[in-house]
């Protein structure tokens, strides 16, 4: 009963889209700092979405950015990044440190960090945020070094992007 | 003249170089080769001739050449016209096979000075027909899973039957008409040309499937329950009349179902007939509540007309729970008048309850009604229709006082769909009846910008096939302020224009001009509704104000009340009834992919003296002046250079007799007070890495903690694009100096924003102050 529920969630969600009074976005910002080793990642995420997400996988409601909202927040937030975002310097899987989140309005942004990153030579992202529940959903992702900007559109179809210097 | 002695010097330099180089003969063979072809270069360079670039420079090539129709004022012109489509139709609604019936008729005038050899007819039901484009022309890799039901209609030849079945057309006749179909628009064949100022009159029998919106998407269509009702919410259900205007001709681009509709204005009747247990409500007035309401329900409906203060129900929690537990198997027919609308839509159910609200426009009465499902409880009677009351009266203050009768907000799930005098609206609570603050602001978020619709395109009817932001972008912006007076907390205005950046400041290849048909958008959300709402916003509050801008647009509305007005009204009227010149904001915001991103690059601290500077004696030599020739003057010498001595800085303007005297012997005492008495000059350079021009907004923190802000116009890129130069006096020493503060230009770059210049980005910022808690 549960799973056909779950289906059937599925299978609504894209028809949203069709209404158009909002969009499916991510914006995930990162930088590399050469003189702090550090790649800092920012990653922004509509708060809705992201709720519908995660009470689906976890089960529970989570009442994001309300004062009824879990206390172990960060924990479903840290288990969820590491598992849809994923981040490969130098041709090696990272883990990234969480620093932590901030509520902005709508949006979630997310502060993680590489550090300990000496030469800075390929990075690829493996950006799944939300694309399983919203097939309409793009994430945006940005890299910055030094003057050097590259911004790629990903989706469900096109999820990696890969850079190298 | 100048030019050429610039390129000898050059050249000396260059033989002097080479000279140097002289050590290997090869390296000079090479040498001279390459200053040979910069030098080369740089003679091309000069003469290469280029159009005008400025981003000042005047629509005159982008808009359409005025005419009598479309004045170059903005407003219709003396020969604008304009078609008008009536109807008549009888309509069932045939909830067990899900299948809607119609018989229209349809009375075309011909009030154009043209004579018509054919009509052009929608039908937007064959964009879910199995031979329709849309999933044809639409790319994309495998979806996540496939239910059976998609699957066989994705891969194994067994699609939705939607789409029209035409029974027949006739004439007045009763005479067969002659017709072609071609996907979504259909080709009404005329025996004879129709004259302009003749009408023509014709019979269209057609029914089609009703589709699950849940499982084939769309804006019209049913909400299954689990308790095996439906909620129809039903529109483009019939075929209507397309567009003829002087701009398009006959407006017949295809339907895929993204661009929505152009529509000529037209009076309704209409029946429309239900399973007796249904509650139904449509576009235009109910024209027999007697017939299908309980007496109980129809005094409720009569008392609902003074109900100033709250929401009452007219159809009850109770008996819409009561009615979704039987199923009936008897009929009712409501029946509809609309005058001078654009388009007929209806929602029906028995799980409907319904209530409303009267609200006074200027003395004029026009009701507020919700529609909901129970599920849609306790969110919906709370909210709905006191959003609805809440949207009219705000857009009726910036536009013209909404002119229909009623307007009505339907709680389907995942939708978010306009039409006039009815739309449809998505958010429900938890099965608990409990709801996040977030479900209650995307719910009245929602309800703002679909009742918002009923001003644009449903009465200053634009052409929605043609261009989406002029409904969707002039719609969102003026949401943002209905949906902030509402409930300013959960809607702050300091939201915008901010909240467009992260889309602006995209990689190039993924950006699209605004002035881009809707169908050719890969960002539509963020093209088509948030950047021209928070361009509009940026016109209101930082470049023009909000009396000139207020003024502006109200007139744009009232100009093309039920009229159909194209982009270039918009843009002239906007001028022309304010007198600021937006060319440069029209050519950079809606016809280019640029962005904003201005910066504070250098700072200079200058002070006074009476003594001639370095650049006074070079100028006086220049002239062929002794120094002491020189009239009495001021001096500014910069901080930084040889010149400065420390003594200056304890010297006032003032301490210099020169200036005192010139004061006292020529200001009255009053003006002497008047005057300012600035002490240091800052000589102040902007940057502008980004494409866009704009307003330089400024803030100057003291050393002493206080704070002042200066504007410069846009206009202030004009002479050089990329850097300017302003010279600020103050009376006190600057700390900090910000460009635009508050984020008011759109600005994708803050990191150029403030001098000192900040080295720290937002990731260390926000690491440091995580640190800290």
């Known amino acids: 009963m549960q799973l056909k529920k779950i289906i059937v969630i599925l299978l609504v969600l894209p028809l949203f889209a069709f209404t158009m009074h909002k969009y499916y976005v991510s914006l995930c910002e990162i930088e590399y700092l050469k003189e702090k080793q550090s790649v800092q990642i920012i990653l922004g995420v509509f708060i809705d979405d992201l709720e519908f997400t995660l009470n689906k996988n976890i089960g529970k409601q989570l009442n994001l950015a309300s004062k009824t909202e879990v206390e172990n927040v960060d924990d479903y937030y840290k288990k969820y990044l590491s598992e849809h975002l994923l981040v490969s310097v130098n041709s090696k899987n990272q883990s990234f440190k969480y620093i932590g989140k901030e509520y902005d309005g709508d949006i979630v942004r997310f502060y993680v960090e590489i550090s300990g990153i000496k030469e800075f030579k390929s990075i690829e992202i493996t950006n799944n945020i939300l694309i399983n529940e919203f097939p309409d959903q793009k994430n945006i992702v940005k890299i910055k070094v030094k003057d050097f900007n590259k911004t790629f559109y990903l989706n469900k179809s096109n999820n990696k992007s890969l850079l190298k210097f | 003249m100048i030019k050429k002695q610039l390129n000898c010097a050059n050249y000396k330099n260059q033989t002097y170089k080479m000279k140097k180089l002289l050590v290997a003969v090869l390296l000079t063979v090479f040498s001279t080769s390459f200053f040979a072809q910069e030098a080369e270069q740089k003679t091309t360079t000069t003469k290469k001739a280029h159009y005008n670039e400025s981003k000042f420079k005047q629509l005159h090539e982008e808009l359409p050449t005025p005419n009598n129709e479309h004045r170059a004022s903005g407003a219709p012109g003396h020969e604008y016209t304009q078609q008008q489509v009536d109807y008549k139709m009888n309509i069932v609604l045939d909830e067990e096979n899900n299948k809607i019936f119609g018989e229209e008729t349809i009375t075309y005038h011909n009030n154009s000075k043209d004579h018509l050899e054919y009509l052009w007819v929608q039908l937007d039901q064959n964009m879910r027909a199995p031979d329709s484009n849309t999933p044809e022309i639409s790319g994309g890799g495998p979806d996540v899973m496939y239910s059976p039901s998609k699957f066989t209609k994705t891969f194994m030849g067994k699609p939705f039957q939607g789409g029209f079945n035409i029974e027949f057309i006739k004439d007045v006749n009763g005479k067969d008409v002659n017709y072609l179909i071609n996907k979504t628009m259909m080709r009404i064949n005329l025996p004879k040309p129709l004259a302009s100022g003749e009408k023509y009159v014709f019979k269209i029998k057609w029914w089609y499937n009703i589709n699950d919106y849940f499982v084939d998407r769309g804006r019209s269509g049913y909400e299954p329950f689990p308790d095996g009702n439906n909620l129809y919410v039903i529109a483009q259900f019939f075929p209507r009349m397309a567009v003829y205007n002087n701009v398009e001709g006959w407006q017949n681009l295809q339907f895929t179902g993204r661009s929505e509709f152009a529509l000529e204005f037209g009076n309704y009747e209409v029946t429309i007939t239900t399973p007796k247990d249904h509650i139904l409500n449509a576009t235009g007035v109910l024209q027999n ?14 008392d609902s007309k003074t109900a100033f203060e709250n929401p009452v129900f007219i159809v009850t929690p109770e008996e819409a729970l009561a009615a979704e537990k039987g199923r009936s198997k008897e009929t009712k027919t409501w029946k509809f008048y609309a005058e001078n609308v654009r388009d007929f839509a209806f929602a029906s159910s028995r799980k409907l309850i319904w209530d409303a609200m009267a609200v006074n426009l200027n003395g004029k009465t026009v009701m507020a009604y919700s529609l909901y499902p129970n599920e849609g409880n306790p969110l919906w009677e709370e909210h709905s229709t006191r959003a609805v009351a ?18 009505t907000s339907v709680n389907a799930d995942r939708q978010g769909m306009e039409y006039p005098m009815i739309c449809w609206n998505f958010g429900r609570p938890d099965k608990d009846g409990k709801y996040s603050e977030r479900t209650k602001k995307g719910m009245i978020g929602v309800i703002t910008h679909e009742v918002g619709h009923n001003f644009f395109p449903m009465i200053v009817n634009s052409d929605e096939r043609m261009w989406t932001w ?19 907390v959960l809607f702050p205005l300091t939201d915008y224009p901010k909240n467009i950046v992260g889309y602006m400041s995209g990689d190039q290849s993924g950006l699209e001009p605004i002035m881009s048909q809707g169908e050719d958008l890969t960002n539509f959300g963020s093209n088509a509704y948030g950047k021209p709402a928070a361009g509009l916003f940026i016109l209101r509050e930082t470049v023009m104000g909000h009396k000139l801008f207020d003024h502006a647009f109200k007139t744009y509305a009232q100009r093309w009340k039920f009229k159909h007005p194209t982009p270039a009204d918009f843009f002239r009227t906007m001028e022309d009834a304010s007198a600021v010149d937006l060319d440069w904001f029209w050519r950079g915001w809606f016809y280019t992919t640029g962005a904003n991103d201005i910066g504070i690059k250098e700072v200079k601290k200058y002070y006074v003296t009476d003594k001639p500077t370095k650049r006074a004696e070079n100028m006086a030599k220049s002239y062929g002046i002794a120094l002491d020739k020189l009239p009495p003057s001021l001096y500014l010498v910069s901080e930084d250079s040889p010149e400065f001595k420390n003594d200056l800085k304890s010297k006032k303007p003032e301490d210099y007799n020169l200036l005192s005297d010139y004061i006292n012997e020529n200001f009255s005492s009053e003006e002497k007070t008047a005057l300012k008495s600035p002490k240091y000059f800052y000589e102040l350079v902007f940057e502008k890495p980004g494409d866009l021009v704009m307003p330089i907004i400024v803030e100057f923190e003291y050393e002493d903690g206080t704070k002042e802000r200066k504007q410069y116009p846009a206009e202030i890129w004009r002479l050089n694009d990329a850097e300017v130069t302003k010279v600020f006096p103050s009376s006190k020493s600057i700390k900090k100096i910000t460009v635009d503060p508050d984020e008011q230009t759109a600005d994708i770059d803050l990191g150029n924003n403030s001098w000192p210049k900040q080295t720290e980005n937002k990731f260390e910022k926000f690491k440091k102050d995580q640190i800290k808690s």
């Open chain 2, 390 to 407: 809440n949207t009219l009266k705000v857009y009726s203050d910036f536009t013209f006082d909404y002119p229909y009768p009623q307007a």
């Open chain 2, 289 to 302: 509540p007697k017939d299908v309401f309980t007496s109980a329900q129809n005094k409720r409906y009569e």
């Open chain 2, 470 to 488: 002029m409904d969707e972008g002039i719609n969102s912006f003026v949401e943002i302020y209905a949906e902030y007076i509402y409930d300013p």
